[in-house]
């Protein structure tokens, strides 16, 4: 067995886990809405939350059906990222005071 195929799994948890955060997100934002999002900044903020989660959440999903490995590992790595991006614009979102 081959060095490539023993870590193959690992990028497979790893956009699955990914993808599932992301999704999870995804949904709490889309409950919460934009409706306390009063000033262009927050509404640019809140949409940006949006596209950076459902880009990391397609970039997962993608990485999960791609066979190639180094593709797979980039597409992991890539999606984690743009989870973290997201996350921290979440927390940024979430540090700014409405009203």
């Not at 195929?5 to 956009?15: G, I, N, R």
């Not at 999002?37 to 999903?61: C, H, N, P, R, W």
């Not at 059906?65 to 991006?85: D, F």
Request: proline share 2%; charged share 10%.
């Amino acid at each position: 067995m081959s060095v490539s195929l023993l870590h193959e799994p690992h990028y497979d948890v790893l956009s699955a886990a990914v993808a599932g955060t992301a999704s999870t997100m995804l949904t709490l934002l889309a409950m919460l809405g934009g409706a306390g999002a009063t000033t262009v900044l927050l509404k640019m903020l809140f949409d940006s939350q949006l596209v950076v989660l459902e880009f990391a959440l397609v970039v997962g999903i993608t990485g999960l059906v791609q066979r190639r490995e180094s593709r797979k590992r980039m597409l992991s790595h890539i999606s984690a990222l743009l989870l973290i991006v997201g996350t921290i614009l979440v927390s940024l979102g979430a540090a700014i005071p409405i009203g």
